[in-house]
């Protein structure tokens, strides 16, 4: 393969998929074995994640870096990006070099303003009213070739079974709690990203990339680094 070697065979990641057990672990848990496998079974160097819509609400259950999931939460904000119209039109979109994107203009800027300049989304079908897709950030332009391509669409297809069966175990009520914490946090953010914006006078974007910009220099999650802030705020 072209961009080098991957980590892990793909026949050993498929049978690394099938050895998940229902009911031994939650959605999140199984989402986030997905997307780590995802990483090493791609002959690239990218952050993962996987985007899931439940009626017109997404969010990010599972990443492998803050920059993933910072993209991913861009692309809920604007209600546009790879990301979303390839789980909600069920085709895989490859972004070359977000330098020269446009179709996405914001999410493009925003890419390459982190480091990140190309991307893959390939859809995930889970059930009829869940739809998702599995999400490559690569720091360099032009990694994904076709054969790279076919791997992880081959790769999301066994990864979709896994996903669609732990759905099925699960409870509406159970996954409704968890896109209900994932909404939460997103609301956090929302908080956090407003507080900044009083103190430094600036737009909601700049607030966002600070924000940003704090998790990466801190090594703390983003959503903990805007409940912290929050935190403070409050009991001032």
Not at 119 to 144: C, E, I, K
Not at 146 to 174: P, W
Not at 191 to 210: E, N, P, W
């Amino acid at each position: 393969m072209t961009n080098g070697s991957p980590d892990l065979h793909p026949r050993d990641a498929f049978a690394e998929l099938g050895r998940i057990v229902l009911g031994e672990q939650p959605l999140p848990a199984i989402l986030e074995q997905v997307v780590h496998l995802a990483t090493r079974v791609l002959p690239v160097a990218a952050e993962a994640s996987i985007t899931l819509i439940a009626g017109d609400s997404p969010a990010t259950l599972a990443f492998t870096g803050e920059t993933a999931l910072a993209l991913d939460e861009r692309q809920y904000e604007t209600e546009r990006g790879p990301c979303l119209d390839s789980a909600s039109a069920g085709q895989t979109i490859v972004v070359p070099d977000t330098r020269t994107e446009t179709r996405w203009p914001s999410y493009a800027e925003a890419a390459a303003e982190r480091g990140v300049l190309g991307s893959l989304s390939v859809p995930l079908p889970v059930q009829r009213n869940v739809t998702g897709a599995l999400n490559f950030y690569a720091q360099q332009p032009n990694q994904f070739d076709d054969e790279t391509i076919d791997l992880a669409v081959t790769f999301a297809g066994h990864a979709a079974v896994a996903v669609s069966n732990a759905h099925l175990y699960e409870t509406t009520a159970a996954l409704a709690a968890q896109m209900k914490q994932a909404m939460e946090t997103r609301a956090v953010i929302e908080q956090a990203k407003g507080i900044v914006m009083r103190d430094r006078k600036c737009s909601a974007d700049a607030a966002f990339d600070a924000l940003v910009r704090l998790s990466q220099e801190s090594h703390v999650k983003l959503r903990d680094v805007a409940q912290r802030l929050v935190e403070q705020v409050s009991s001032a």
